[in-house]
Structure formats: structure tokens, C-alpha cells
């Protein structure tokens, strides 16, 4: 598999963007499909995951301004984040895995990255 993220780019605090991610290399229904981020001079951190069976999980920073979903017939997945802050700046990657529940927030559970697409948010 491999993943095409791409959506970034420069906003004020408070506007939004898309970032999409384009799998291809077949079975992208099966995968649980993940975002993380890396701030400058920080570790990733997970952002947000979406499993097969529809389950989603967020990390507390951005639950009620971050969504994910996912089209299965285009093999691809987005993510949607509102009301953004200088904090959510970083760089974005996409991930593919089959995670277990407890692991779905641990980057090592993902197999295939995509190559990362730059956030900068401006206050």
C-alpha cells in the first residue's frame, strides 16, 4: 500500500483545512487508517484514527474540531480540522494498519506512512 497525503499548507487561527490521504496497492476497506503529527522539535503524536468497522478515536486536543472519514471506493481518507490553533501546526502523516483497540493510538501498529503535508497556522 502505499498513501499520497496532501492538503496542506498556511491558515489562520480559526480557519480550516482538509487534508486528504490516497491509498493505492488494493485492500484499503481492511485497514484502520490513522493521522498523526510532528510539531517542530517535538515527537509525532497520534491526531485521530478510523478502524474498518467505522470506530473512531481522537486525541483529546482535537476532539470537537478534528474530523476523519474515509471513502472506501475512492481509497481515501480525510481529515477535517476546524478552528485551528498555532498549536496545530506540524506536519501530517497518514497511516494504514490493523491496529488492535488498545494500540490504535501507537504509530508502530501502522505498517505503510504516507510521506507528511505541512500545517502552519498563523495566529
Known amino acids: 500500500v502505499q498513501l499520497q497525503a496532501s492538503g496542506g499548507g498556511l491558515a489562520q487561527a480559526g480557519e480550516s483545512l482538509r487534508l486528504s490521504c490516497a491509498a493505492s496497492?488494493?485492500?484499503?476497506?481492511?485497514?484502520?487508517m490513522a493521522w498523526f503529527r510532528q510539531a517542530p522539535g517535538k515527537e509525532r503524536e497520534f491526531v485521530v484514527a478510523?478502524?474498518?468497522?467505522?470506530?473512531?478515536h481522537y486525541a483529546d486536543s482535537v476532539k470537537g474540531r478534528f474530523t476523519i472519514s474515509r471513502d472506501n471506493a475512492k481509497g481515501t481518507v480525510y481529515l477535517q480540522m476546524n478552528s485551528l490553533t498555532p498549536d496545530d501546526t506540524a506536519v501530517y502523516y497518514c497511516?494504514?494498519?490493523?491496529?488492535?483497540?488498545?494500540?490504535?493510538?501507537?504509530?508502530?501498529?501502522?505498517?505503510?506512512w504516507g510521506q507528511g503535508t505541512e500545517v502552519t497556522v498563523s495566529s
Open positions: 497511516a494504514a494498519g490493523r491496529p488492535i483497540t488498545s494500540s490504535v493510538m501507537v504509530d508502530k501498529s501502522y505498517y505503510y
Open positions: 496497492g488494493g485492500g484499503f476497506s481492511g485497514y484502520g
Open positions: 478510523k478502524r474498518p468497522t467505522g470506530a473512531t
